[in-house]
């Protein structure tokens, strides 16, 4: 009779313990995580280089359809006393797994920015992604003063590996406890 009870203890943790995992993994599945990256060695024609840093955020299990935000960005031949890009009144930026747009209206004296960085390949969390150089542009400063194209860059991950999913420590912790559990029921078994 005792036997046939610590027996059904030990199951009743076992679901118990396993019902918590189930749980845990399927909060873990719908965690994001963020890739940085940085606009590395994006130079004009005429040498001038645009800087910048951005984040991906995206679902663990599908970066495709991630959104990024830029955190940084500085753009060549923009006027003295105008805002930070990021703060520019009517500064529209987007950022997709394979281009970003930069665009401010302007007028014919006033300063006006279209850039579109075309990617070779989407972005990726481990490997840098070329800037197409034949269909990427930089048109700035109205009445087409200083547009020209790029001749370098990527983009880059500043942290090459992928973020381990949060639910994978609480898994391990859970297959710990299970074990001790089991211990813990043998020992009890073996000592009467």
Known sequence: MKQTLMIARRWIVRVALFSWLAAVMSVGAAQAATVSYILDNVFLVDGTQMTGAFDWTYAIDDF???????????????????????????????????QIEISLD?????????????????????????????????????????????????????????????????????LLLLGFADHSIKARLLSR
């Open 64 to 98: 495709e359809d991630g959104s990024g935000v830029f955190t940084a960005l500085e753009i060549p031949w923009r006027p003295n006393g105008t805002a930070p890009p990021l703060e520019e009144a009517g500064m529209v930026l987007t950022i997709e797994n394979n």
């Open 106 to 174: 302007g007028n014919f004296h006033d300063y006006g920015l279209d850039v579109s960085l075309k990617f070779v390949q989407p972005l990726s969390p481990m490997q840098s992604s070329l800037i197409d150089l034949n269909t990427s542009f930089f048109e700035c400063c109205g009445n087409g003063f200083k547009d020209q194209p790029f001749s370098s860059g990527s983009i880059t991950p500043v942290v090459s590996s992928i973020p381990i999913p949060a639910a994978l420590p609480l898994f391990g912790s859970a």
